[in-house]
């Protein structure tokens, strides 16, 4: 069975600054890795996404994030943070690139300080 | 505008009284899932279903049932909620290897 694992439950990083979270992911064959970012109140927004290919992803809102297999992880960066990007993040991986059996991680808390 | 349509938001109900959360997708999707999220435990799933009439349990499908009549549609049903089902509660679509689409979620309090 597949699984992920965020090791940061909370993040604080100044505006301006640059991120780095962590995921690493258990799965047996080559897998289908997203980020998805929840704002309070709303719903999960997918930021990017691995299939295949460039292991180097680029997503939404200057995201991105790089496959390492040798690492089995799968981390989300970006250069300078913006207060408006304090949210949850979740990692996610699963067997197809549709939601049937997508297993997500426990999230990482981001605080954005002004 | 394409959306997954979760209701109500808020619902605070008592021990033992029957529920229904609704959920519409106007995507066409095929796909759709139900999952709840704790804190620290984030998002696992409850039930899902691959197309109308076929439905599957997920990881945490006891006290949950679901129906999927119409491609739409995918409600989620309590009927007897407990407070240990007290959470924050996502519905979810996807057509074929296209990601996960999201509803806004219903928070759910039982007393």
């Known amino acids: 069975a597949q699984s992920v694992t965020q090791p940061d439950i909370h993040i604080t990083v100044s505006e301006g600054a640059s991120l780095e979270l962590r995921c690493n992911y258990s799965?047996?064959?080559?897998?289908?890795l997203f980020w998805y970012v929840q704002s309070p109140g709303q719903g999960l927004q997918l930021l990017l996404k691995?299939?295949?290919?460039?292991?180097l992803v680029q997503g939404i809102k200057g995201f991105e994030a790089e496959f390492k297999r040798s690492q089995s992880s799968f981390n989300l960066r970006k250069p300078s943070v913006h207060w408006s990007d304090a949210a949850e993040y979740f990692c996610?991986?699963?067997?197809?690139?549709?939601?049937?059996?997508?297993?997500f991680g426990t999230g990482t808390q981001l605080k954005v300080e002004l | 505008e394409a959306q997954v349509t979760q209701n109500p938001r808020y619902l605070i109900t008592v021990t033992g009284k029957k529920l229904t959360v609704t959920c519409s997708q106007n995507?066409?999707?095929?796909?759709m899932s139900w999952y709840r999220q704790d804190p620290g435990l984030g998002l696992r799933q409850i039930y899902y279903s691959m197309n109308v009439e076929v439905t599957d349990k997920g990881d945490v499908p006891e006290g949950y049932k679901v129906s999927r009549k119409e491609k739409r549609n995918f409600p989620l049903i309590l009927e007897s909620p407990s407070p240990n089902q007290t959470s924050l509660y996502f519905c979810?679509?996807?057509?074929?290897?296209?990601?996960?689409?999201f509803g806004n979620g219903t928070r759910l309090t039982v007393t």
């Open positions: 996610a991986v699963g067997t197809t690139g549709g939601g049937n059996k997508l297993t």
């Open positions: 995507m066409n999707h095929e796909y």
């Open positions: 799965y047996g064959a080559t897998p289908y």
């Open positions: 979810a679509s996807s057509l074929g290897d296209s990601p996960l689409h």
């Open positions: 691995y299939f295949s290919g460039d292991t």
